[in-house]
């Protein structure tokens, strides 16, 4: 991997699966890490102490930042978070897919997207990248496992990257913030060897929806997890009802 000593990276880290193999990526690559975590009133809260758990896991939880967003909640229009909808249990058969006058299917986002997330995320973590001076940003998104969430698309990403280019200091100074997706076109099996081979300490993650103590086992995010790991020859390290 390319050496980066003594530069920097901001890692968006959820404390699940694939955040926590970025942060792995970055620090292979010689990053000085950078984690921010958001609170926006998911669900699966329990994700929050994964994620401290992660960064003291690579020494820096001192500058590890959590930040507020709990209007998200407040918005709703997502079961991650609002408790009226549910989470959907991936182990029962799905209804039919509406289909449009001249027959053919409609694309479905799923439910558990939630609106304008990684929008949000991806511009207070451009802040808090700018004032530390780092000169790129990871992003656990994956355009495979997550087809439908409209804001893990790698054309979503380049417009932010524009956008950035074009609303930062640095950027109009001639040396823009990028983005880092390396999971992006990665199976999740692809992702999980990849994170073996770098030590990502996965038994402090979690991918749950349900956020429980114990994953449901159930849910898209979970089966997701359990089938890489599955392809991937190897034993998930957390615990499932």
């Known amino acids: 991997m390319t050496t980066n000593q003594g530069k920097k990276a901001v890692i968006i880290l959820s404390g699940g699966l694939d955040s926590t193999t970025c942060m792995g990526i970055a620090q292979a690559e010689g990053y000085e890490l950078y984690p921010i975590t958001f609170d926006y009133g998911q669900r699966h809260k329990i994700e929050l102490e994964n994620a401290r758990q992660v960064a003291a896991h690579y020494g820096v939880a001192d500058r590890h930042k959590v930040i507020q967003l709990g209007f998200l909640k407040e918005f709703g ?74 804001d893990c698309r790698p054309e979503f990403i380049r417009k ?26 990665w199976t999740k099996a692809e992702i999980i060897r990849e994170g073996m081979k770098l030590n990502v300490p996965y038994h402090l993650t979690t991918s749950c929806y349900n956020g429980q103590e114990e994953a449901c086992g159930v849910c898209d995010s979970c089966r997701l997890r359990l089938k890489g790991f599955a392809e991937a020859g190897s034993q998930d390290p957390i615990a499932y009802k």
């Open 77 to 150: 229009g997502s079961a991650l978070t609002d408790e009226s909808l549910e989470v959907p249990d991936m182990t029962k058969p799905k209804p039919e897919q509406a289909s449009s006058a001249d027959g053919a299917q409609e694309s479905e986002v799923p439910i558990t997207y939630v609106p304008g997330r990684n929008l949000l995320f991806l511009s207070i973590a451009t802040s808090y990248a700018e004032v530390t001076e780092a000169e790129v940003i990871y992003i656990g998104v994956n355009a495979l496992d997550y087809s439908g969430y409209p």
């Open 160 to 185: 932010v990257e524009e956008v950035m280019a074009l609303a930062t200091r640095v950027g109009v100074e001639g040396g823009p913030i990028r983005i880092a997706t390396p999971l992006s076109e």
